[in-house]
């Protein structure tokens, strides 16, 4: 009689042991990783109170500006009116504007108070590009005396930029990247409120395509990018705990009967 030789089926025993270089990686990656989500979330929050601020001041009496001086974080937000007349000679178009897709300018002009040097900013909306950059689009400025109305926003001096922009010497620079308050008012020959009026999309008063969008756009865009980067923080750690699992011994499969 003749014996069957039988042979037992063996599985690997893996253990965990991490090698320096995977394991400095991490230590150095997944904190950023980590901090970069809750920065987005902290971003978020901030979002959120601001639209809450906006949503409790927009539901208020209008606010009116007048002639003198007022400060910025008690005019953010309201609805408020101005009267005046446009002073086109020192008006500025904020470039790189999309709107359904088209590039454009935001078109800001001052508005004199009469009786005054006082000017308030107008954000009359956006205009499309002309058929280059050195073809500016020709803005049509009604020269009556007129009343304003609209929502008071003071812009955000938070932008990324290549450079310092050039200073106003000369003859005046109309095509500007992004509406930087302290750097306008330096460069005027005349005192301006520090905030900027975008023009209600049903007013009269001289304006152009007026989407202006809902202060709570970026609110779910920062939740995503926190949410990529928690993401990405857990696919490294899995990462780092596969490639340091290594094969110690084989050892019978204890499901293999004999």
């Given at each position: 009689?003749?014996r069957?030789?039988?042979?037992?089926?063996?599985?690997?025993?893996?253990?965990?042991?991490?090698?320096?270089?995977?394991?400095?990686?991490?230590?150095?990656?997944?904190?950023?990783?980590?901090?970069?989500?809750?920065?987005?979330l902290?971003?978020?929050?901030?979002?959120?109170?601001?639209?809450?601020?906006?949503?409790?001041?927009?539901?208020?009496?209008?606010?009116?500006?007048?002639?003198?001086?007022?400060?910025?974080?008690?005019?953010?937000?309201?609805?408020?009116?101005?009267?005046?007349?446009y002073?086109p000679?020192?008006?500025?178009?904020?470039?790189?504007?999309?709107?359904s897709?088209?590039?454009?300018?935001?078109?800001?002009?001052?508005?004199?108070?009469?009786?005054?040097d006082?000017?308030?900013?107008?954000?009359?909306?956006?205009?499309?590009?002309?058929?280059?950059?050195?073809?500016?689009?020709?803005?049509?400025?009604?020269?009556?005396?007129?009343?304003?109305?609209?929502v008071?926003?003071?812009?955000?001096?938070?932008?990324?930029?290549?450079?310092?922009?050039?200073?106003?010497?000369?003859?005046?620079?109309?095509?500007?990247?992004?509406?930087?308050?302290?750097?306008?008012?330096?460069?005027?020959?005349?005192?301006?409120?520090?905030?900027?009026?975008?023009?209600?999309?049903?007013?009269?008063?001289?304006?152009?395509?007026?989407?202006?969008?809902?202060?709570?756009?970026?609110?779910?865009?920062?939740?995503?990018?926190?949410?990529?980067?928690?993401?990405?923080?857990?696919?490294?750690?899995?990462?780092?705990?596969?490639?340091?699992?290594?094969?110690?011994?084989?050892?019978?499969?204890?499901?293999?009967?004999?």
């Open positions: 009689m003749s069957r030789r039988r042979h037992s089926k063996e599985v690997a025993i893996r253990r965990f042991r991490p090698t320096l270089l995977p394991t400095l990686v991490v230590i150095i990656l997944f904190p950023i990783l980590v901090g970069l989500g809750f920065w987005q902290d971003r978020a929050k901030q979002k959120r109170e601001i639209q809450a601020e906006y949503d409790a001041r927009s539901q208020d009496a209008l606010v009116g500006i007048g002639p003198r001086l007022q400060d910025a974080d008690t005019l953010r937000f309201y609805r408020v009116t101005a009267k005046g007349s002073n000679d020192y008006q500025v178009l904020i470039d790189n504007r999309v709107q897709g088209q590039v454009g300018y935001y078109v800001i002009t001052p508005l004199r108070i009469p009786g005054s006082m000017r308030v900013l107008v954000n009359r909306g956006w205009v499309p590009l002309g058929a280059s950059r050195q073809d500016l689009p020709k803005i049509e400025t009604p020269p009556a005396l007129l009343t304003i109305e609209g008071a926003t003071v812009p955000s001096q938070d932008v990324f930029q290549l450079a310092e922009p050039p200073p106003l010497t000369g003859q005046w620079q109309i095509v500007w990247q992004h509406m930087d308050m302290k750097r306008y008012a330096e460069a005027v020959p005349f005192p301006v409120q520090p905030v900027v009026i975008l023009l209600d999309p049903a007013s009269p008063a001289g304006g152009f395509d007026r989407q202006w969008t809902r202060l709570d756009a970026g609110i779910a865009i920062h939740r995503g990018y926190a949410f990529q980067w928690f993401i990405l923080a857990t696919a490294l750690l899995v990462i780092w705990v596969v490639i340091n699992l290594r094969k110690a011994r084989q050892v019978p499969d204890p499901s293999d009967q004999s």
